[in-house]
């Protein structure tokens, strides 16, 4: 397996902060993390029979959740957190039911949150496949493509310094027992979240899927869609037939929607093309499984907000505002909805 070094050698992108490996913090050297296999991590649901989602836990720096899907002769892990040893913890739970190997990782998309941990999956098993979208696979290695990748390792590690330094700043302002801990709790988290970032050995997709693909899995069907743009341009959602069981990534969670990567346009149409899909759980990236029944819901939300806000104040404003050719009402009502709520709202 390659070093994050080698891989952003490999993809001609210099290091902005290069660390030196200790062999004595690699992964694999490590023991197993016993006391993080539990519910600060993630808690192990049944939502089929042989599927399970890992929801996780809220965490300083935030682990999605995964599927995992039993089949006769291996596992398939769709996510793998953010850090190896969330991905570890759930390993080493999965290992519990099954002495089976991780056949395949999928990553439904490139997020930093997703992908970060695949890297334990291949180590303990080096025949692993790494599946994702073509796209997911190319913004894994672009410097540009958002809030993942292997660049955006990088990006983590630059920030994280001045993270720490208001962490400790805010510790020793803090008053309230309860509230210092927790301050300090995630101290503690942004330390050990920095040095596994700088061991990271990024494990990339060794299998790309274009267009929906059906893979039969050791007796299980498992699909896997590419229906459009919309938390990303590479979005994969992961299908079980048989189990009416879909597993989506950001597409569609149990929290307020990303966007910062998205495509609200078109975000709703690709919800309305997995709609067509028979399943009766969703397991979200985030969040708790939810039916069916979440995805009018979510897609509600884009929808409303399309139109709801600017309608709202036209009676009163779009005309008075829009008298003259640049600058008028519906150019511009979206983004100062948007600056009003950031620079006055948020920090009242
Ligand atoms: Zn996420
Ligand atoms: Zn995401």
Known sequence: MWTRRQVLAQIGLAAAAVHTLDPHELCCVMPAHAQTADKDLFELKKVGDGVYAAIAAPRYKVNCNAAVIMTNDGVVVV????????????????????????????????????WQGNEVYANANPGVEVVASERTKENL???????????????????????????????????DPAKKANLESNLQQAEEFQKELQN????????????????????????????GRAHTNGDLFIYLPKEKVVATGDALIDWMPFMNDGYPAEWPETLTELEKLGFDHIIPGHGEV???????????????????????????YEAGFSKYPLGRYRDRVGTNVEAVYQKVVKKA
């Not at 958002?146 to 302002?173: C, F, N, R, S, T």
């Not at 979510?298 to 036209?314: I, N, P, S």
């Open 79 to 114: 996510d793998s957190h953010s850090k190896p040893s969330a991905a570890r913890a759930l390993y080493n739970e999965i290992q519990s039911i099954t002495k089976q190997p991780i056949r395949k990782i999928i990553n439904t998309h490139f997020h930093w949150d997703h």
């Open 141 to 175: 290695t672009r410097p540009d493509a958002g809030v993942g990748g292997v660049p955006y390792i990088e990006k983590q590690l630059a920030a994280l310094p001045g993270e720490m330094a208001k962490l400790k700043a805010d510790i020793q302002k803090e008053t």
């Open 200 to 227: 990271m050995k990024p494990a990339l997709p060794t299998r790309t899927v274009a267009t929906t693909t059906t893979l039969r899995e050791g007796g299980r069907e498992i699909q896997l869609h590419v229906l």
């Open 290 to 316: 939810r039916p069916k029944a979440q995805l009018a819901f979510f897609r509600g939300y884009f929808d409303e907000m399309k139109t709801k806000v600017g309608d709202q104040l036209a009676a009163k």
